[in-house]
């Protein structure tokens, strides 16, 4: 029977005495998709890079487990302007056999010749597939992903979220996922958290998104229309 | 000696100078070279070994790079500037006349056993911890935050590797003087990067262009009686022209 996997109580984080994430308190289970909900600037960066151990903090962070790998968003990661470096070296980082990595290209749907090829020198698709595959190939239990689709068209986007679906049905991962795009909260989340630097609503995306929390998320002028279709 | 020396001191730092690349700190060597001179300038005066008196002098400096960054956010090139500057200034109002010339490019004569067996170890003691952090510090350059979610101690590794450059910085001057020991780990890694295509080959090649530079020089030096520490950059410096031709 899945436990809790992570629980978070009255966190708080603040950045040269500004409040960023004010008395936060969740749980999440195992297996579940929380995503995470916010407009710019209300802590949901904040809070992963918090979560892994990366920022000062006040409050309890409880994690049931140590194998959890994190993506920062792929505008930050660096793709010029490096050392030499190739594919295959950089997932020698981390450790695992050459027949897991050639194993993880494919369930990503990347060709194990791409290993070969210079770091960065991969298309944006390509190179968050290649991200995507880093941090699955030594089998976490929990993935944080900030933003894994930015900088990519929507159908690449559709691919992406379709890819970490696949694997965490067929993982029984647990992923936390940063995201501006609402229609990924249907689709995919078992549970939501709303943030503005606070908890502004925590549940089932049927029970908790309604035309209410997102003005109060993200202000006035938010028109809401649900799409009903087969 | 001295060709123990060049093997061992100049693959070294050619070695580490690959990693200075990534780090976006090629820059920055040639004023921690010039950072040495007052320590050296103390070592001619009073006769003792210029790497012991550059060493200090190099970690103060970058103590004082460090602590201005964290107060004023200023660009570390900028701080860099300030610090080396100054230093230079300072060493030039008590240094003799007679002394600036191997103060600038180095004394080759002052190489006797004891300072050879001190930088082979010590060389070999950088190359050993800076193969150690070499991975790591290449993730970090990717991505700090990927290199921190893999419990990586980006900051420990960052002291580990100033202080790597500083041992460099300080053994050099021996032979090339406060002037030149930027040369002996930019060029090399700039030649390397001309000719490689993963990072095994860019940190190896590296290694091998910075012995085969100090070779090189100490080679002409026999011929030609001239100074070896512009010997020697001017050996990179051509092998580096060398490697535009064959770029990958």
């Known amino acids: 029977m899945a436990g809790a996997?992570?629980?978070?109580?009255?966190?708080?984080?603040?950045?040269?005495?500004?409040?960023?994430i004010k008395d936060l308190t969740f749980e999440v289970q195992e297996r579940e998709t929380l995503i995470i909900l916010g407009p710019n600037g209300a802590g949901k960066t904040t809070l992963l890079r918090t979560l892994i151990g990366l920022n000062p903090?006040?409050?309890?962070?409880?994690?049931?487990?140590?194998?959890?790998?994190?993506?920062?968003?792929q505008e930050l990661v660096q793709r010029k302007g490096l050392l030499p470096l190739s594919v295959g070296e950089f997932f020698g980082f981390?450790?695992?056999?050459?027949?897991?990595?050639?194993?993880?290209?494919?369930?990503?749907?990347?060709?194990?010749?791409?290993?070969?090829?210079?770091?960065?020198?991969?298309?944006?698709?390509?190179?968050?597939?290649?991200?995507?595959?880093?941090?699955?190939?030594?089998?976490?239990?929990?993935?944080?992903?900030?933003?894994?689709?930015?900088?990519?068209?929507?159908?690449?986007?559709?691919?992406?979220?379709?890819?970490?679906?696949?694997?965490?049905?067929d993982w029984d991962l647990t992923i936390l996922l940063v995201t501006h795009d609402l229609n990924v909260v249907w689709e995919h989340a078992s549970n939501v958290l709303c943030l503005n630097k606070k908890s502004v609503c925590y549940g089932e995306p049927r029970e908790v998104i309604t035309p209410k929390t997102l003005e109060e998320i993200y202000g006035t002028g938010i028109k809401f229309y649900e799409h009903k279709h087969k | 000696m001295a060709v123990i020396i060049a093997l061992f001191l100049g693959g070294a730092a050619g070695y580490l100078g690959t990693l200075?690349?990534?780090?976006?700190?090629?820059?920055?060597?040639?004023?921690?070279?010039?950072?040495?001179?007052?320590?050296?300038?103390?070592?001619?005066?009073?006769?003792?070994?210029?790497?012991?008196?550059?060493?200090?002098?190099?970690?103060?400096?970058?103590?004082?790079?460090?602590?201005?960054?964290?107060?004023?956010?200023?660009?570390?090139?900028?701080?860099?500037?300030?610090?080396?500057?100054?230093?230079?200034?300072?060493t030039f109002l008590f240094l003799p006349e007679e002394k600036t010339v191997?103060?600038?490019?180095?004394?080759?004569?002052?190489?006797?056993?004891?300072?050879?067996?001190?930088?082979?170890?010590?060389?070999?003691?950088?190359?050993?911890?800076?193969k150690r952090i070499y991975p790591e510090m290449a993730l970090a350059g990717i991505s700090e935050d990927l290199a921190k979610a893999q419990r990586i101690n980006v900051k420990r590794n960052h002291f580990l590797y100033l202080l790597c450059i500083a041992l460099i910085v300080a053994l050099g001057v021996r032979i090339v003087g406060g002037l030149l020991t930027a040369a002996l780990m930019a060029i090399p890694a700039c030649t390397a990067?001309?000719?490689?295509?993963?990072?095994?080959?860019?940190?190896?090649?590296?290694?091998?262009?910075?012995?085969?530079?100090?070779?090189?020089?100490?080679?002409?030096f026999q011929f030609t009686n001239l100074p070896i520490g512009p010997l020697i950059v001017i050996a990179s410096a051509i092998l580096f022209l060398i490697s535009l031709f064959f770029r990958r």
């Open chain 1, 94 to 169: 981390k450790k695992v056999s050459s027949e897991k990595v050639s194993n993880i290209f494919l369930d990503v749907g990347l060709d194990p010749s791409l290993l070969r090829r210079r770091f960065g020198a991969v298309s944006t698709g390509q190179f968050q597939r290649m991200l995507i595959a880093w941090a699955l190939v030594d089998q976490p239990k929990v993935l944080l992903f900030d933003e894994p689709t930015s900088g990519i068209d929507i159908g690449g986007q559709e691919t992406i979220y379709s890819l970490l679906h696949r694997f965490w049905r």
């Open chain 1, 57 to 73: 903090y006040s409050g309890e962070i409880f994690w049931n487990t140590r194998r959890i790998n994190y993506l920062p968003p």
């Open chain 2, 20 to 90: 200075m690349l990534s780090q976006r700190m090629a820059l920055v060597a040639g004023p921690l070279g010039h950072l040495t001179l007052p320590g050296i300038a103390l070592a001619l005066i009073f006769h003792f070994d210029v790497s012991l008196g550059a060493f200090p002098f190099v970690i103060l400096g970058v103590f004082f790079i460090w602590l201005f960054e964290m107060n004023t956010k200023l660009p570390m090139e900028a701080l860099t500037a300030v610090v080396f500057a100054t230093g230079v200034a300072i």
């Open chain 1, 5 to 20: 996997i992570l629980t978070v109580k009255n966190l708080n984080v603040a950045f040269d005495g500004e409040e960023v």
């Open chain 2, 193 to 220: 990067r001309n000719l490689s295509v993963n990072l095994v080959q860019y940190s190896y090649r590296g290694f091998f262009f910075g012995s085969l530079s100090c070779i090189l020089g100490m080679v002409v």
């Open chain 2, 102 to 130: 191997p103060a600038l490019i180095g004394d080759i004569s002052q190489i006797n056993f004891p300072a050879t067996l001190g930088s082979v170890i010590l060389s070999g003691g950088v190359f050993l911890v800076t």
